[in-house]
Structure formats: structure tokens, C-alpha cells
């Protein structure tokens, strides 16, 4: 037998097990055509896991997910275990999984496909093709938070009352590393890299811009460029297609990602890749969550999922052909005039014309019908 690949399947919660379900289809159909191997096992995580097993990141899943080759999750949570406790909560998992993978390094591309059309919602959105490379495991989602009971007043007397908080501490060694695969995928990528902060406010991101001019010297290639967060949304907007690689910590990541997914049409569309070191197994999801208003109706978008398979193929199994071939895939299917609800609302009357509304299966079974 030929290359073979131990996968971990993790498909949550919502509509995470509709468009994972879709995304190991694909990453079936396209492993027969390119001759190799992938062993699939399904594990849970999220709220189901703590309907399973009253915990959202099973002993278990985390051991079966380091000892893999690599992970493929779909989304977890919804409202039902919204009220559950901080720490049992569904994303709990994900943020488990991140930190107990070491998966430092989080890549979300995303790219307007021409064969969208008229689908994003700016007037021009010009040719956007930007790699948003967020800090995964560190700031404020992994730093000290806690709440307590306030004896302190307001100015006018008003008690406190009890007071929640949360901790942004990063450490020169995990701003480096980020910044390093920032720089890295710059210089074989547009050659310019966006740091994105809030260093008029904070001391965190002080520190961000100084390793990075410093680091910059070591990639004299690389246009280095320093944006707050809050301009950055509005440039986002503005001149998408100026942007190559932004890099930034875990919050504004999470927030630039969505933005960054919806100006290209819809956020149902981006991958996302989460590593670490070389050798480590990786994780691959959709940036999107798990949608509970349209779960169990068949008309999720796979795209991301199916996309996220193309990420795990090309950028961490060496099978870029395969990958390539599902990069190819999609975009036939969508030029042939495929649209799941979420990527049909746009466009003018004429495009309207030449579309077709698909099911989360229709669309999947369409891109496997279509690869080489
Ligand atoms: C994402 C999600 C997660 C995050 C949530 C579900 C914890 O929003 O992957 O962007 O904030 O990282
Ligand atoms: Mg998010």
C-alpha cells in the first residue's frame, strides 16, 4: 500500500456534522483518484461529547487527535449547552484541542473566486487574495480571567458589584514564532506583510511591533507594514486587495477572519489551517461556527469544509495535486452556477439567471462529480 494517513473526524455540533460529513466525502473521492490512503476515525468533541459524556473534550479525543496525522473538525456548540458553566462550555473543546495540540499557528486565506461574481458585498472589491496567519494558543482566550465581588464604588457612588476579567499576556517567544511564519509566507507569497495591533493602547501589542521590526531584518524581502486593528477593519473594506499577509494575535485574528470571509462572499466559504511545529499533526476546520438557526436543513455550505481538506492536503500530507484537484473542483462547481443559499443572496439580475440553489449534499456531490 501507498501512502497512508491516520485522520481524526471531529464533527461537533450544529451543522458541523453535515459539512464535515461532506468534507471526508471529498477527501475520500479525491484520495482514490491520487493514490493514497486516508484512515478515517470519528471521535467527538463539543456539546456532544458533553451529552455523551457530561465533559467537551474527552480524555480520548485529545489523545486519538496528537496521535494523529492530522484533524478535521466542523463546528461546535449552539444554544443548548449555552448555559452550561465557563468551563464546560462546547468551545472549550477547541480551544482544548488548540492548546493540547500546540497548535500555535492559525492560516484562514481568503480569496474572492472569481467565479462568485458579483457576490461580495463591496462595489469593488477588486482581486482579494489575503492569508490572515493568527497567533492560536496565547492573548487573552488563554490568559488569566476570573470575577470577583467589588467593594469599590463608581465616581457617583454607584457600587461595583461583582467584577469579571480577562488577561491579554503574550511572550517574546510566541509573538516570534508567529511573526516568523508571518514573514515566511510573505516571502513566498506577495512579499508583504501586514502586523495588525492596538499599539496606542497596548503595551502587548508595543511589544509585537518591536519583534517584528527586529525580525523584519532577517526578510529584507518583505514589505513590512503596521496597521491598528480598528483602521485595519475599515482598510479591509476599503482596499481589500492591497492586503497579502496580515498577522496578528488570537482576538483580532478571530474577529479580521470574519470580515476577511465575508467580503469574499460569504464566511462559508474560508478554510482554516491550524499548526504547529514541523512534524506536529495538524487541525483543519472551517472559520465558520455551528450555525444551529440552519442545522439539520441540508443547506449549510460545505465549501470551507471541502476547502479545509484542500489546506490539510496541500500544506501539511504533501499531496498538493490532490489538493489542487479540490481547489479546481469547487471552482467548476461554482462556475457552473452552483450556490448555496449563503453565497446566492448577492449579485445582479443577470447572474441571478445563471445560478441554481443547491443542498449541502448537492453541492458536495456536484465538486466530487467534477474532479480530476
Ligand atoms: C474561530 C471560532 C472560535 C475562536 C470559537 C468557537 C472558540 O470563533 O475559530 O474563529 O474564537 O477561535
Ligand atoms: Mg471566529
Request: contains cysteine; aromatic residues 6%.
Amino acid at each position: 500500500m501507498g501512502r497512508s494517513y491516520n485522520i481524526v473526524s471531529i464533527p461537533g455540533d450544529g451543522i458541523g456534522p453535515e459539512v464535515n460529513g461532506c468534507a471526508v466525502r471529498v477527501l475520500e473521492a479525491v484520495s482514490q483518484k491520487y493514490g493514497f490512503e486516508p484512515k478515517i476515525t470519528e471521535y467527538k468533541a463539543g456539546g456532544s461529547a458533553i451529552d455523551a459524556y457530561g465533559v467537551p473534550l474527552p480524555g480520548e479525543t485529545l489523545q486519538a487527535a496528537q496521535d494523529s496525522d492530522a484533524v478535521l473538525l466542523g463546528a461546535v456548540g449552539g444554544p443548548r449547552w449555552d448555559m452550561i458553566e465557563a468551563e464546560r462550555r462546547p468551545e472549550q473543546a477547541i480551544l482544548g484541542l488548540r492548546q493540547g495540540m500546540h497548535l500555535y499557528a492559525n492560516l484562514r486565506p481568503a480569496i474572492l473566486y472569481k467565479e462568485l461574481g458579483d457576490v461580495s458585498p463591496l462595489k469593488k472589491p477588486g482581486n482579494i487574495d489575503l492569508l490572515i496567519v493568527r497567533e492560536l494558543t496565547g492573548g487573552i482566550y488563554f490568559g488569566k480571567q476570573g470575577s470577583y465581588k467589588s467593594s469599590e464604588k463608581l465616581f457617583d457612588g454607584t457600587r461595583k458589584g461583582n467584577v469579571a476579567f480577562d488577561t491579554e499576556s503574550y511572550s517574546e517567544a510566541e509573538i516570534s514564532r508567529i511573526l516568523r511564519r508571518g514573514f515566511e509566507f510573505a516571502r513566498i507569497r506577495g512579499k508583504k506583510l501586514t502586523v495588525v495591533d492596538k499599539a496606542n493602547v497596548l503595551v502587548t501589542s508595543r511589544m509585537w511591533r518591536s519583534l517584528a521590526r527586529e525580525i523584519s531584518e532577517e526578510f529584507s524581502d518583505v514589505e513590512l507594514e503596521f496597521l491598528y486593528v480598528d483602521n485595519c477593519s475599515m482598510q479591509l473594506v476599503a482596499r481589500p486587495s492591497t492586503f497579502d499577509v496580515i498577522v496578528t494575535s488570537n482576538m483580532f485574528g478571530d474577529i479580521l477572519s470574519d470580515l476577511a470571509g465575508q467580503i469574499t462572499g460569504s464566511v462559508g466559504m474560508l478554510p482554516s489551517a491550524s499548526m504547529g511545529n514541523p512534524g506536529m499533526p495538524g487541525l483543519f476546520e472551517p472559520i465558520h461556527g455551528s450555525a444551529p438557526d440552519i442545522a439539520g436543513q441540508n443547506k449549510a455550505n460545505p465549501i470551507a469544509s471541502i476547502l479545509s481538506v484542500g489546506l490539510m492536503l496541500k500544506l501539511h500530507l504533501g499531496e498538493k495535486d490532490a489538493s489542487d484537484a479540490i481547489t479546481a473542483a469547487v471552482r467548476k462547481t461554482l462556475a457552473q452556477g452552483a450556490r448555496t443559499p449563503d453565497i446566492a443572496l448577492y449579485g445582479d439580475e443577470e447572474e441571478a439567471k445563471k445560478i441554481t440553489l443547491v443542498s449541502t449534499v448537492e453541492m458536495t456531490d456536484r465538486i466530487i462529480g467534477n474532479l480530476e
